[in-house]
């Protein structure tokens, strides 16, 4: 028993585990960027249908209002493809869901799991299958994976996931999630800067602080933790039982 977790008597019976896992999520990563590729490129096609409607349709109008539409469409385009990536929905597979529990029960309150963890693949690839699940299709479970990680692992692993922009993820995650898995990444977050504020001298500026500011980490935190009155009002319903 490691962590007070039975079933598993031996480092390498962790290892294993957690290497299947890390398989098991490189194989739902790939599926979902395929995914991803598939409907952009169907988007992209359904905007050349309607720019090629279009020119039709401008056959009988003045070179000047032409000209015009001409820049209307290319505005609708470019829009169209900058906000592409919120206009896709993505789902986990059951298959990564129940990986993603199995992980979270592995290393609930174990040091030493997480530490075998943190030596496969598994904590990258978890991170990127968080980038690749819609924000609102994210699971307690999911969240729960990846913030175990954190809670139980030591200074060095910490930095190690916030190396591997943790801080990035979670912060979009946090903006349009429900509280309960809110609540659980601001734990998290917590975390992970205190641990990097114990690898400087106190009297230095803290070494994450630049890079978190520049990415908007910082300001995600607080428009969540002091967000507007109708914000905070759904935050508040979601945590009744």
């Known amino acids: 028993m490691i962590g007070g ?6 480092e390498s019976g962790f290892r294993s585990s957690f290497n299947d896992v890390a398989l098991i999520l490189k194989d739902e990563n790939e599926r979902l960027e395929y995914e991803i590729d598939m409907k952009k490129k169907n988007k992209m096609n359904e905007n050349n249908t309607i720019a090629n409607k279009q020119k039709l349709n401008d056959k009988d109008i003045s070179g000047y209002e ?3 539409n001409k820049t209307k469409q290319n505005n609708n385009n470019n829009n169209n493809n900058n906000n592409k990536s919120q206009q896709i929905t993505t789902y986990a ?48 479970p999911h969240i729960s994976a990846l913030c175990n990680l954190i809670y139980a692992g030591s200074d060095q692993h910490r930095h190690e996931l916030y190396e591997m922009n943790v801080m990035q993820v979670m912060s979009d995650i946090i903006r349009g999630c429900d509280y309960d898995i809110s609540e659980k990444i601001v734990g998290g977050m917590r975390n992970i800067v205190l641990s990097g504020s114990r690898l400087e001298d106190q009297a230095q500026e803290h070494p994450y602080k630049q890079v978190l500011e520049k990415d908007g980490v910082v300001e995600s935190v607080f428009i969540v933790g002091f967000g507007d009155e109708e914000d905070q009002g759904r935050r508040n319903d979601q945590k009744k039982p």
């Open 5 to 10: 977790v039975s079933g598993l008597q031996s």
């Open 93 to 140: 597979s059951s298959f990564a869901t129940e990986s993603c529990q199995m992980v979270r029960d592995l290393t609930f309150n174990s040091n030493t799991s997480v530490a075998i963890a943190m030596k496969t693949s598994l904590p990258r690839q978890l991170v990127t299958f968080l980038k690749l699940v819609s924000i609102q299709n994210i699971q307690i």
């Open 66 to 68: 032409q000209g015009i």
